[in-house]
T-cell receptor, first 110, second 113 residues
Framework: QKEVEQNSGPLSVPEGAIASLNCTYS??????FFWYRQYSGKSPELIMS????GDKEDGRFTAQLNKASQYVSLLIRDSQPSDSATYLC??????????FGKGNQVVVIP | DGGITQSPKYLFRKEGQNVTLSCEQN?????MYWYRQDPGQGLRLIYY???????QKGDIAEGYSVSREKKESFPLTVTSAQKNPTAFYLC????????????FGPGTRLTVL
């Protein structure tokens, strides 16, 4: 089974600071990577997709991909209380199947 | 509005009963998926379908069954053979097998009494 690791515990950041989340994956052949945001009791919402090495920016979110090191990260700039949620890393491992990490909880402190 | 709907939002089941969870999409997506989520766990794939009248087992298919008779619909039956069915069930869809982005419905929370 393909593994996606999100090992950091809950992350508390002050409002306006940068939140940094990391994810590593086991399948070297994976080509597509995603970040989902999940509010408590709700379903996951796709916030970022990244397919090539390097950075991809979308508003206050930046995804970073390094296929050689098999990690993908998400930066949230100017963190807002509304960013308080669990962030799920997902990796495509073929046949359009996704493997998900367990998620990282982010708490933005006003 | 285009989207994915799941019903019911909450479902209570007695042990030994089969229940069916509904998933409908009007996005004209070819591929549909069922996941379950347990507290503190990542999403785990139950079944997926990339085209009408075809579906494949995911990582935890035992105790579940599906059908895909229409493009818009992908119902999931939780059978009495599923030993620990209490979970949050999520349906997702993607445009086709070549497009990786999956979009989720609101989920069904199943509790076995």
């Amino acid at each position: 089974q393909k593994e996606v690791e999100q090992n950091s515990g809950p992350l508390s950041v002050p409002e306006g600071a940068i939140a940094s989340l990391n994810c590593t994956y086991s399948d070297r052949g994976s080509q597509s990577f995603f970040w989902y945001r999940q509010y408590s009791g709700k379903s996951p919402e796709l916030i970022m997709s990244i397919y090539s090495n390097g950075d991809k920016e979308d508003g206050r979110f930046t995804a970073q991909l390094n296929k050689a090191s098999q990690y993908v990260s998400l930066l949230i700039r100017d963190s807002q209380p509304s960013d308080s949620a669990t962030y799920l890393c997902a990796v495509n491992y073929g046949n359009n199947r996704l493997a998900f990490g367990k998620g990282n909880q982010v708490v933005v402190i006003p | 509005d285009g989207g994915i709907t799941q019903s019911p939002k909450y479902l209570f089941r007695k042990e030994g009963q089969n229940v069916t969870l509904s998933c409908e999409q009007n996005l004209n997506h070819d591929a549909m998926y069922w996941y379950r989520q347990d507290p503190g766990q990542g999403l785990r794939l139950i079944y997926y379908s990339q085209i009408v009248n075809d579906f494949q087992k995911g990582d935890i298919a035992e105790g579940y069954s599906v059908s895909r008779e229409k493009k818009e619909s992908f119902p999931l039956t939780v059978t009495s053979a599923q030993k620990n069915p209490t979970a949050f069930y999520l349906c997702a869809s993607s445009i086709d097998r070549a497009v990786n982005e999956q979009f989720f419905g609101p989920g069904t929370r199943l509790t076995v009494l």
